[in-house]
């Protein structure tokens, strides 16, 4: 039971290239979150998907997409990376968000030249 | 939406001593409060929640007390250890399904 894996861990990025963050939970989570963390603002929402098939804008959406492609994967998407996308990114899952917590990856570690 | 303003922003308490720390909410619609500790460089993992439907609640040396009314939950660290030194997140919930982070407290256990 690994729970939430994400890959990469770690990735440099040049300026205006694309890349794709994979995220995918063992724990049949219906719901799946992709967050940014930066230093001294704790963790935004990107993106969230409370069901296969379904997607919804988080805090700070702009500059990115996501998948959902199935109940077990979540992607993000970087379409023409920006240096103010350097951050750490977590994906999460939750099985009932209203009445059980997050479960996080380990994180990707994205810095954009 | 909600806001979830958390303090102190840092922490350092003598080994043995309690820490306490506070999150006010803004939606009384939520109704789920986590608790997170976050290591460096490791992922935040859940250490304590509680539902809207109580007021306290406790797991060994960690407890969490909740009031619906003010809107504002705390964490309460008893009898400290060096091991509790971590980043610590607040976050509230409601049926909306996302959940609404604090922006963290550095704690900070002096041996």
């Known amino acids: 039971n690994a729970g939430v894996t994400q890959t990469p861990k770690f990735q440099v990025l040049k300026t205006g290239q694309s890349m794709t963050l994979q995220c995918a939970q063992d724990m049949n989570h219906n719901s799946m979150y992709w967050y940014r963390q930066d230093p001294g603002m704790g963790l935004r929402l990107i993106y969230y998907?409370?069901?296969?098939?379904?997607?919804d804008k988080g805090e700070v959406p702009n500059g990115y997409n996501v998948s959902r492609l199935n109940k077990r994967e979540f992607s993000l998407r970087l379409e023409s990376a920006a240096p103010s996308q350097t951050s750490v990114y977590f994906c999460?899952?939750?099985?009932?968000?209203?009445?059980?917590?997050?479960?996080f990856g380990d994180g990707t570690r994205l810095s954009i030249l | 939406g909600e806001n979830v303003e958390q303090h102190p922003s840092t922490l350092s308490v003598q080994e043995g001593d309690s820490a306490v720390i506070k999150c006010t909410y803004s939606?009384?619609?939520?109704?789920?409060f986590p608790w997170y500790k976050q290591e460096l460089g490791k992922r935040p993992q859940l250490i304590i929640d509680i539902r809207s439907n109580v007021g306290e609640k406790k797991d060994q040396r960690i407890a969490v007390t909740l009031n619906k009314t003010a809107k504002h939950f705390s964490l309460h660290i008893t009898e400290t250890q060096p091991e509790d030194s971590a980043v610590y997140f607040c976050?509230?919930?409601?049926?909306?399904?996302?959940?609404?982070f604090g922006t963290g407290t550095s704690l900070t256990v002096i041996p």
């Open positions: 999460a899952s939750s099985k009932d968000p209203a009445k059980q917590p997050q479960h």
């Open positions: 976050a509230a919930s409601n049926t909306g399904n996302q959940f609404y």
């Open positions: 939606d009384s619609a939520s109704n789920y």
């Open positions: 998907s409370a069901s296969e098939g379904t997607t």
